[in-house]
């Protein structure tokens, strides 16, 4: 019955389109990352002709682990891909928060039961590959067209009511440019000229290790959060593969690259973090250790010009200091479908509609994550003696207030 229903929507909105049998809505997705994907599933879903253009020979399997919580799960469920998620995923137990100059505990929340009852859904931690094969899984299922080797770039001509792509040399004319290029997008840079990239002096050190040798406080089936001076790392497993992600954020002097494959040798990471002992004793197992910018983008002020949209990173590349980013690509997805059915004679009325939705979000979660950060790396030893006391308290006697103040993100329905 589900099926019938959305098959009869599919053809309202085709007609509501205005689209003649003859004539399709023809959109293109720039990049092929979690937002490009899920993006090209939800307008395939209301009936538009969708192409895919990603630079790079397939979708990048690159990477580490990514937190998926109930506001993406959501809109993966609206996909019927949530199962698969959670399937590939693994569910921790705890939130462990600790300090990390003496790896001693300052508090543990129960999340495994407590996130299922508050939100209704799981909370999960899962390498970013898994989620990328299960959505272009089905893309390829919904024989959504995808070019490989295809970088595009925008075609800018004055007085035009549109915005062309230049693929190959070829100028390609589509009623709706999906801008999913991600954090360093060049259709940003080119179109919205306004909204400058700002690459914020920190950067994450990232690598993944087997839980067999590692030892019991970062083998078990939880968030450790640990807070330091002027930095933090977190570890988590990417799913069921027995693998824990370690993730290191640190304020930096010099200007970062944007590049997600720049290599550092382990002395290199030594040198930058004095690591504690318990910490140093993985480190032989360590193959590869990977180093991340942090970009934030300036907050934009709109998401759309002519017939050109951004979602994802592309849209404003987030600090990793609440782990939405991928939750934030799929809400920007399924939200941008979400307006164009709600205007689907008027595109213009529903990019409008987008951009001002979008816009207020995420400038509450740019507000959170830059709190977030200053918290998380107080260089003071007396804040942070402070905080650790407020957290034991918090974490102890009242945990349900602790995600009282995440509501708003786990609750979003898009
Ligand atoms: C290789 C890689 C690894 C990552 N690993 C992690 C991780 O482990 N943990 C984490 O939290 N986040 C990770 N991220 C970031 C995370 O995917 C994003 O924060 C979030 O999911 C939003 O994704 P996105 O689709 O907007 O952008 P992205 O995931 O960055 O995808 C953008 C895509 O666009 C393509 N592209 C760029 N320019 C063009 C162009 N001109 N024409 C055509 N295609 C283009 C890129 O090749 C890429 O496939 C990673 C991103 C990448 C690219």
Known sequence: ????????????????????????????????????LCSALFLKQLGCNVTIFEKDKLVKSEGAGIQLTSNGLLVLEKLNLD???VEAGL???????????DFKSVGSLEILDRLKARYGRSFITLHRSLLIKILFEKVKEEKIKVNFNSRALPLVLEDERN?????????????????????GSTWKKNIFREIKADTISQSAYRFVLSKKNLPPIFSKNNINL?????RHFVTYPTGKNGMINFVFCKREKGQM???????????????????????????????????????ESEKPTTLHKKNVVMVGDAAKSMLPYMAQGANKALEDSCELANCIKDFPLNVDEALKSYSKRRIKRIHQFDQVSRLNEKVYHLEQRV????????????????????????????????
Do not use: H
Request: net charge positive.
């Open 1 to 36: 019955m589900r099926g019938a229903k959305e098959i009869t929507g599919t053809i309202r909105l085709k007609e509501n389109l205005g689209l003649s049998k003859s004539k399709s809505f023809e959109v293109a997705i720039i990049g092929g990352g979690i937002s490009g």
């Open 257 to 295: 690259i944007n590049n997600w494959k720049e290599k550092v040798t382990k002395q290199k990471f030594l040198n930058d973090f004095e690591l504690n002992e318990s910490l140093k004793i993985c480190l032989p197992d360590v193959q590869k250790i990977y180093r991340w910018p942090i970009i």
């Open 91 to 101: 569910k921790p137990n705890n939130l462990c928060l600790f300090d990390e100059t």
């Open 226 to 230: 640990f807070f330091g001076k002027g």
């Open 383 to 414: 804040l942070r003696k402070i905080f650790f006391v407020f957290l034991r308290c918090l974490t102890r006697l009242s945990p349900n207030l602790f995600f009282k103040r995440l509501d708003w993100i786990y609750n979003y329905k898009a």
């Open 163 to 183: 915005i062309y792509i230049s693929c190959k040399g070829k100028k390609i004319e589509k009623d709706l440019i999906v801008v999913a290029d991600g954090v």
């Open 83 to 85: 199962r698969l998620a």
